[in-house]
């Protein structure tokens, strides 16, 4: 599987953007897909995920509320709807897939260590 994260870009605070994870291979339709994010000189954090059926999602409590994860397997793409969005929220965002969806700690924790497949991230600016 190969992952390609787009549609990153400057908005405003207050603002809503669209970011969007595409993916070549067959597996992906069978895969859990989850959104991370690192802003300067911070660690890699987690942010949402979503099981391969999109029957089940897990989002950081900074992001609840105001980001959406969806997907449409028929086209191989997994999105982060953000909306009120903050300053903070400011950071290159990555999608990441791997073939199971556990607990919500299996996510936060460590950074998204563990996942099988990573993208090359889309920069995000939130400017105040």
């Known amino acids: 599987v190969q992952l390609q994260a787009s549609g990153g870009g400057l908005v405003q605070a207050g603002g809503s953007l669209r970011v969007s994870c595409t993916a070549s291979?067959?597996?992906?339709?069978?895969?859990?897909v989850g959104w991370f994010r690192q802003a300067p000189e911070k660690e890699r954090e987690f942010v949402a995920a979503?099981?391969?059926?999109?029957?089940?999602?897990y989002y950081a409590d900074s992001v609840k509320g105001r980001f959406t994860i969806s997907r449409d397997n028929a086209k191989n793409t997994v999105y982060l709807q953000m909306n009120s969005l903050k300053p903070e929220d400011t950071a290159v965002y990555y999608c990441?897939?791997?073939?199971?969806?556990?607990?919500?700690?299996?996510?936060?924790?460590?950074?998204?260590?563990?996942?099988?497949?990573w993208g090359k991230g889309t920069l995000v600016t939130v400017s105040s």
């Open positions: 990441a897939a791997r073939s199971w969806f556990g607990t919500y700690s299996d996510w936060d924790a460590r950074g998204g260590y563990g996942m099988d497949y």
């Open positions: 979503i099981i391969w059926s999109g029957a089940s999602t």
């Open positions: 291979g067959r597996a992906f339709s069978s895969s859990s």
